[in-house]
């Protein structure tokens, strides 16, 4: 039984195919003013959510990438004050040697002490270093100075301090004041109680009386070995850096293939149903245009 097809059949028809061409030509436009192939989750939902997860974890890498970038900060700035640490046990040494030259007068050992208690004093202001209002040598207790003014001690606290720059990778960003002013190499008593002595020796001509010189060289070859020790930590956050950098091109890559629509593809499509939406209004103003008062004149 054939089915009989009425005007309004072909009105409803041509319109409802109308309507479909020009859904699919707002599509290509938003396509082609957002320059993204999906604007909202309904356009494609399993590509929505892969480019959320790649979204998410580019925020991810951007928080590690700061986290790297302060503790490179922090790194750096310990760097610089062990190295002028060095600088002023060096220049102890100096006065050191000078003042065990028995050619020496009270008056110049004098001047010697006076000397290595100002560079005590010096190594106390590096000791209470800073970097964006926290101690860098005061261990887990950041907020307070380390180094003692009124006792003139160091009394800095243990602890490391990690930043997150992987998933699973943490770097030690901090070197513990304890390690470096507390006690040399081989564990014995700290730099300021070390200069301490040696500036009183100096002051009452007993300053013969113990291995100075190998106690500083003990707390020199201890800086060397922190410095060091941080160096290779400081290779690693670089290496870290540089790992996050590539993994923030190759994410954003997926990113765009899921995301990004192909400008010419989509103009192509566009013209495409510009197309077949003339040639619908064309067809359709021939098949709605007969009606009975046509015939009837």
Same mark, same amino acid.
């Given at each position: 039984?054939?089915?009989?097809?009425?005007?309004?059949?072909?009105?409803?028809?041509?319109?409802?195919?109308?309507?479909? =061409?020009?859904?699919?030509?707002?599509?290509?436009?938003?396509?082609?003013?957002?320059?993204?192939?999906?604007?909202?989750?309904?356009?494609?939902?399993?590509?929505?959510?892969?480019?959320?997860?790649?979204?998410?974890?580019?925020?991810?890498?951007?928080?590690?990438?700061?986290?790297?970038?302060?503790?490179?900060?922090?790194?750096?700035?310990?760097?610089? +004050?062990?190295?002028?640490?060095?600088?002023?046990? $060096?220049?102890?040494?100096?006065?050191?040697?000078?003042?065990? %030259?028995?050619?020496?007068?009270?008056?110049?050992?004098?001047?010697?002490?006076?000397? #290595?208690?100002?560079?005590?004093?010096?190594?106390?202001?590096? +000791?209470?270093? $800073? #970097?964006?209002?926290?101690?860098?040598?005061?261990?887990?207790?950041?907020?307070?100075?380390?180094?003692? =003014?009124? =006792?003139?001690?160091?009394?800095?606290?243990?602890?490391?301090?990690?930043?997150?720059?992987?998933?699973?990778?943490?770097?030690?960003?901090?070197?513990?004041?304890?390690?470096?002013?507390?006690?040399?190499?081989?564990?014995?008593?700290? #730099?300021?109680?070390?200069?301490? /002595?040696?500036?009183?020796?100096?002051?009452?001509?007993?300053?013969?009386?113990?291995?100075?010189?190998?106690?500083?060289?003990?707390?020199?070859?201890?800086?060397?070995?922190?410095?060091?020790?941080?160096?290779?930590?400081? %290779?690693?956050?670089?290496?870290? $850096?540089?790992?996050?950098? /590539?993994?923030?091109?190759?994410?954003?890559?997926?990113?765009? %293939?899921?995301?990004?629509?192909?400008?010419?593809?989509?103009?192509?499509?566009?013209?495409?149903?510009?197309?077949?939406?003339?040639?619908?209004?064309?067809?359709?103003?021939?098949?709605?245009?007969?009606?009975?008062?046509?015939?009837?004149?």
């Amino acid at each position: 039984m054939s089915t009989r097809v009425t005007q309004g059949m072909l009105n409803q028809n041509m319109l409802f195919n109308l309507s479909q =061409t020009n859904k699919a030509m707002q599509k290509y436009q938003d396509q082609a003013s957002s320059g993204k192939k999906i604007n909202k989750p309904s356009d494609d939902p399993v590509s929505a959510v892969r480019g959320m997860y790649y979204r998410s974890s580019l925020n991810e890498v951007d928080q590690y990438k700061r986290n790297a970038d302060d503790g490179t900060s922090w790194m750096t700035t310990t760097d610089d +004050a062990l190295d002028e640490v060095n600088s002023v046990l $060096q220049r102890v040494r100096e006065l050191t040697v000078q003042g065990l %030259n028995g050619t020496n007068d009270s008056s110049a050992r004098t001047a010697i002490a006076q000397e #290595i208690d100002q560079l005590k004093e010096h190594l106390g202001e590096v +000791a209470n270093s $800073q #970097i964006a209002g926290k101690y860098i040598f005061a261990g887990t207790d950041i907020k307070n100075p380390p180094y003692q =003014t009124t =006792t003139k001690t160091f009394n800095g606290k243990d602890g490391k301090i990690d930043v997150q720059v992987g998933q699973t990778n943490n770097v030690q960003i901090n070197v513990q004041g304890t390690d470096v002013f507390g006690k040399d190499i081989n564990g014995d008593e700290g #730099i300021f109680k070390l200069l301490s /002595d040696i500036s009183t020796g100096f002051s009452s001509s007993n300053s013969d009386s113990s291995d100075v010189l190998g106690k500083l060289d003990a707390q020199i070859d201890n800086i060397l070995k922190e410095r060091s020790e941080l160096g290779a930590r400081i %290779n690693r956050m670089e290496l870290s $850096q540089s790992r996050l950098d /590539d993994l923030v091109v190759s994410t954003t890559s997926l990113l765009s %293939n899921e995301e990004d629509a192909d400008m010419s593809q989509v103009i192509i499509n566009l013209k495409s149903e510009e197309n077949v939406q003339r040639a619908a209004l064309s067809i359709g103003a021939r098949i709605i245009q007969p009606s009975l008062l046509d015939f009837l004149r």
